[in-house]
């Protein structure tokens, strides 16, 4: 009997959260508005910004994400008791789990922030290890605690007994790596008390809401004044009605701020129109650089993108950002598994970047290491496929995915058909011929013959790549395909019998 219950229980919830998913815009290619409404408050420019800063963000492939801030000390859970809030958002815990005066208790914790191991050359070695080319390190999350020395409040890592500037640290640990640096910023600041989420609506709320906005302003400045080597933003908390109604002020913040640091990369999550708009404005143009939106989700086709530029933000855990000391009670991500969404994102023309939540004391989680380890040993025989490359204007493989450069294709191969021939689709119009394939990790190179299999008015061709039968992998694979450029002519093809 307990058994038909729990049956019951789980299909019910089952559909339950297939309606719900169906609820999420985020599941779906975003359509276009089909009528052209006035907007003054949209992108500033319009159109993918084609200088090199830009270009080189496009070409990172992988980058590195960290979440550190005073909630690492408590690693998602306190005196042996689990938070069920993620990790970072630990300050909002309530209800009869939650510790006697919690919010009091986190409020002091900056007065024990004291990372001893804390050593940001051996991130940005872990980090340049890994393969990471940039990296977003979140100065100030929701709770407000600066990891920087914030001359406007008093919340900050000169108050702790560390004292000492973190985010100069990594600005230059890093950037000596060769890793650009992207500073994070939360505007959500739960430690202001001009904070607010609602519209401010009294002279008093407005009074105090523009005391916010100024202070918000004054750190933004204040972020790019102390490190001019910073090369973008990373927005946070930008959905509350209070920003939202604020997009004047925004609109002017974005300017100022591209005016003062050429070259500065913002994504979509920074401001919205002036009907409240966010991400795409109301005649669906991205606001920003490149779409912010994949937080813990990957587009399921390319289509759903529309060209934009735009990165993935991944955990580890299922969610959680900041430090989470036990991992055991969860599913955590194999490098195969990241392996997998790095490639994704690449072959849909984005950035995938990882995330890393160090403990309180500055060291990275055990399983951050052996991750970092496992994924930075596959880039260094496979990264040629990931920085640089892009999306490849061919139906999905089967296989796993497509990225391109210039005169090379390369398909990442996760699924290996058992009779071990792969087989290339391309359009008879491509501009690019295959030449020769070879094993990416150790140039072995493979066979590779163009096939006539015959069908009708087929509009493409088929060239199949021999994979030795010795050849064995527990990892994904890369697959290097050479092109040329030219017209594909089937008819020659077929005569020299490649
Ligand atoms: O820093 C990590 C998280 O702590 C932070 N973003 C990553 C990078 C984060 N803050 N909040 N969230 C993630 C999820 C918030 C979701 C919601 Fe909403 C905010 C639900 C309702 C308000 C987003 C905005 C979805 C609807 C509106």
């Known amino acids: 009997m307990k ?3 729990y049956k019951v229980t789980a299909i019910l919830f089952w559909i339950v959260s297939c309606t719900s998913s169906q609820a999420q815009s985020w599941e779906g290619p975003k359509e276009k508005p089909n009528d052209h409404i006035d907007v003054k408050f949209g992108p500033l420019n319009k159109g993918k910004r084609t200088d090199a800063d830009m270009q080189r963000f496009r070409e990172y492939g992988l980058g590195q994400f960290i979440h550190w801030g005073v909630y690492a000390i408590a690693g998602g859970e306190w005196n042996g008791v689990k938070a069920p809030t993620a990790s970072e958002w630990i300050r909002v815990w309530s209800g009869n789990t939650a510790p006697p005066n919690w919010q009091q208790t986190y409020d002091n914790l900056y007065k024990q922030f004291n990372p001893k191991n804390f050593d940001a050359k051996r991130w940005a070695s872990q980090a340049k290890q890994m393969g ?9 999350h929701h709770d407000g605690f600066c990891l920087w020395p914030s001359k406007y409040t008093g919340y900050t890592i000169a108050q702790t007994p560390y004292k000492k500037d973190i985010v100069k640290q990594l600005i230059d640990a890093y950037t000596a790596e060769g890793i650009d640096v992207y500073l994070y910023f939360s505007i959500i600041d739960w430690n202001n008390k001009d904070y607010r989420t609602s519209a401010p609506k009294t002279e008093e709320e407005k009074e105090s809401y523009n005391r916010f906005l100024t202070f918000t302003r004054n750190q933004l400045f204040e972020l790019m004044d102390n ?3 910073m090369k973008g933003f990373w927005f946070d908390g930008t959905w509350d009605k209070a920003w939202i109604n604020a997009y004047e002020w925004t609109y002017q913040l974005e300017k100022d701020l591209r005016n003062a640091h050429p070259g500065l990369i913002i994504g979509s999550r920074f401001r919205n129109d002036e009907h409240g708009k966010r991400h795409f404005d109301s005649n669906g143009d991205l606001l920003g650089d490149y779409e912010q939106g994949w937080e813990r989700k990957l587009p399921a086709q390319y289509e759903w993108l529309n060209g934009n530029d735009w990165d993935c933000v991944m955990t580890i855990p299922p969610n959680g950002w900041g430090y989470i000391k036990d991992w055991s009670r969860f599913y955590t991500k194999t490098s195969y598994d990241l392996i997998d969404m790095l490639m994704h994102s690449v072959s849909m023309g984005g950035n995938f970047v990882l995330n890393f939540g160090p403990d309180g004391n500055g060291k990275m989680h ?11 040993d596959w880039m260094k025989l496979n990264g040629e496929a990931v920085y640089g490359a892009t999306h490849a204007a061919l139906a999905p493989s089967p296989y ?7 005169n090379a294709l390369y398909l990442t191969v996760f699924n290996r058909p058992v009779n071990n021939q792969i087989r290339l689709k391309i359009p008879r ?10 094993l990416l990790a150790n140039k072995t190179s493979l066979k590779m013959k163009f096939v006539d299999i015959g069908i009708d008015l087929d509009k493409n061709v088929y060239f199949d790549i021999t994979l030795p039968a010795s050849f ?7 697959i290097k395909i050479d092109t040329k450029t030219g017209k594909i002519n089937a008819l020659e093809l077929e005569k020299a019998h490649m």
């Open 429 to 438: 119009s491509a501009t690019q011929v295959p030449e020769a394939a070879s």
């Open 366 to 376: 055990t399983g951050e290491d052996k991750l970092a380890k496992e994924l930075g």
């Open 227 to 229: 490190y001019p080597k």
């Open 400 to 406: 796993g995915y497509y990225t391109q450069k210039v």
């Open 472 to 478: 064995m992998s527990k990892d994904p694979f890369v």
């Open 3 to 5: 058994k038909r219950i």
């Open 132 to 140: 990471a080319r940039y990296m977003i390190i979140t100065t100030k």
